[in-house]
């Protein structure tokens, strides 16, 4: 009720009220959480959120915080990667993509480091890819690391249609390595991450093997609009 009317569009979902801004594009979720105890001394608690469905259930953004920040630490360029994704998954709705904090902890299990942004995302999403997919010998599923442990965060997302993308991405991804010019794999990243990831800045022109550009060519510029 407190939020009624503070924009044009205000959705109800199962956690939280989402006060949506600026032509849909912006928008503020807000959960209620409560503690039973309040003092320093009882951070340990896990503090209940509220859920439509399920009345009050256990969960710790902090502590999810504390576990990425912890996975993020001196890997500046994990953050970028989960960018990437998150951008990516955002691109591709609808049909359902996994959020944010799924992207996130896949990101975050199967990060492996290289130079340059495009190498470690090809890498990092074909690490997930053989976890999750069964064609590669994988197990669908994805675990929360902090409270509910238990809790799969991959089972309300479709199967087919998040692998399907995925080994969309990968093989768009692998082709940008080897494309003669820059402008060419700039554009097969962009099909996929969208046009918050852009290629004005490159020239038309550059040729070359693009697997041989430096960071600033192709993604490490480009980190930001990702958002």
């Known amino acids: 009720s407190a939020l009624n009317n503070h924009t044009n569009n205000i959705t109800d979902k199962n956690t939280c009220v989402r006060v949506i801004y600026s032509n849909e594009v912006k928008h503020i979720d807000l959960p209620i959480y409560y503690k039973t105890n309040s003092k320093a001394e009882y951070y340990d608690e896990i503090p209940c959120l509220a859920h439509k469905g399920s009345g009050w259930i256990e969960s710790d953004p902090y502590k999810f915080v504390q576990w990425f920040s912890?996975?993020?630490?001196?890997?500046?360029?994990?953050?970028?990667?989960?960018?990437?994704?998150?951008?990516?998954?955002?691109?591709?709705?609808?049909?359902?993509?996994?959020?944010?904090?799924?992207?996130?902890?896949?990101?975050?299990?199967?990060?492996?480091?290289?130079?340059?942004?495009?190498?470690?995302?090809?890498?990092?999403?074909?690490?997930?890819?053989?976890?999750?997919?069964?064609?590669?010998?994988?197990v669908y599923r994805c675990y929360r690391p902090t409270p509910k442990t238990t809790e799969d965060l991959l089972e309300k997302y479709p199967q087919e249609t998040f692998l399907k993308h995925l080994s969309a991405l990968i093989e768009s991804g692998d082709q940008a390595l080897y494309a003669e010019r820059a402008n060419d794999a700039c554009k097969?990243?962009?099909?996929?991450?969208?046009?918050?990831?852009?290629?004005?800045?490159?020239?038309?022109?550059?040729?070359?093997?693009?697997?041989?550009?430096?960071?600033?060519?192709?993604?490490?510029?480009?980190a930001k609009s990702a958002q």
């Open 70 to 138: 912890g996975k993020a630490k001196n890997q500046d360029q994990l953050k970028r990667i989960v960018r990437y994704l998150k951008a990516w998954c955002d691109n591709k709705q609808p049909p359902k993509m996994p959020s944010g904090l799924v992207m996130t902890i896949l990101a975050s299990n199967h990060y492996l480091s290289k130079e340059r942004d495009d190498e470690a995302l090809i890498e990092t999403l074909k690490a997930i890819r053989k976890d999750i997919d069964p064609n590669y010998g994988g």
């Open 188 to 222: 097969k990243w962009q099909l996929h991450l969208g046009n918050r990831f852009v290629c004005s800045s490159i020239e038309e022109n550059m040729l070359g093997n693009a697997k041989s550009f430096e960071k600033s060519d192709v993604m490490y510029a480009n």
